[in-house]
């Protein structure tokens, strides 16, 4: 049960870093806010591991795992959800992102051999199925059918990630220092493709407070991170990857707060609530 609250908490906290990031794509260019998103991630996560972890053993040929994982995530996966943010906003690009764990249940009957229960199941599609009916603006249309593919992409990307991940972090002493791992990579990655094809642009008038928003997101990518990495020592893909990339269920009320971005109460919005809730207890059930 510990490690569902955990994997929850971590769902949360990634929610409310994407609220930032919304508010951080105002002031100043996506890639920019990467680097100093994936920067702030990586430096409090190291803090972390220096100060609260005992065992610290980098030369395990399994953390080359977590290596791999960090070119990929959150960096790269990360790049594509920030654009598909500036090109469809943060409600539709967060529901497609959190398609995740079809992919993730999928990769983890194939290839790790696990075996989710029928509730286990039906509880990732009930979120899955709520999160997109909870996200859905309706009919009207302001994007391009190809920037869809964003989302889409990273969404693979955070499956292939959670199955990488649950294989390699149940080998090693913290789960953390994976994380850590995979941080620091990531971040060195995206660097690295700035320094490479990134436009050298001034900055614009209001950077200062876009880098804040990007750094404070990293901070709360940071808990989402350390949250996430323990859950997934503690149980298997099937169960943590619907819970945590359940992130939309918090990102609409987040934003309503922080964003100003106020709706009416409508019977599809609680209906989809619901959806997300049920696919939460579904999934919580054998557990309980």
């Known amino acids: 049960m510990l490690a569902i609250l955990f994997a929850l908490f971590g769902s949360f906290w990634f929610a ?26 990586a430096l409090f996560v190291c803090l972390y591991v220096l100060l609260f972890v005992d065992t610290i053993d980098l030369w395990r040929p399994v953390n080359l795992i977590f290596v791999a994982v960090g070119i990929f995530v959150p960096g790269v996966a990360r790049f594509f959800i920030f654009k598909g943010m500036e090109r469809l906003g943060a409600p539709i690009t967060s529901c497609l992102t959190n398609s995740g764990p079809l992919f993730a249940i999928l990769i983890a009957v194939i290839f790790l051999g696990e075996q989710p229960t029928f509730t286990n199941i039906l509880g990732a599609f009930s979120i899955v199925g709520g999160i997109m009916a909870l996200s859905w603006k309706g009919a009207a249309k302001t994007w391009r059918t190809q920037d869809l593919v964003f989302p889409i992409i990273a969404a693979f990307l955070f499956a292939a990630r959670d199955n990488l991940v649950r294989f390699a972090v149940v080998k090693i002493p913290s789960p953390v220092v994976g994380a850590a791992i995979a941080s620091v990579t990531s971040f060195v990655t995206m660097a690295l493709a700035y320094l490479a094809f990134g436009e050298k642009k001034p900055f614009p008038r209001f950077a200062k407070r876009g880098l804040g928003y990007f750094g404070i997101s990293g901070f709360m990518n940071f808990l989402s991170y350390v949250l996430t990495y323990t859950a997934l020592s503690m149980e298997r893909v099937s169960i943590i990857s619907p819970l945590v990339n359940g992130s939309s269920l918090f990102v609409l009320p987040l934003t309503a707060m922080f964003l100003k971005d106020v709706e009416k109460l409508t019977a599809r919005k609680i209906g989809a609530t619901l959806l997300v809730v049920l696919g939460v207890f579904l999934i919580a059930w054998e557990k309980l």
């Open 16 to 41: 409310f870093s994407m609220v930032c990031t919304n508010r951080g794509v105002l002031s100043i260019d996506y890639f920019r806010g990467l680097l100093a998103n994936l920067g702030a991630n």
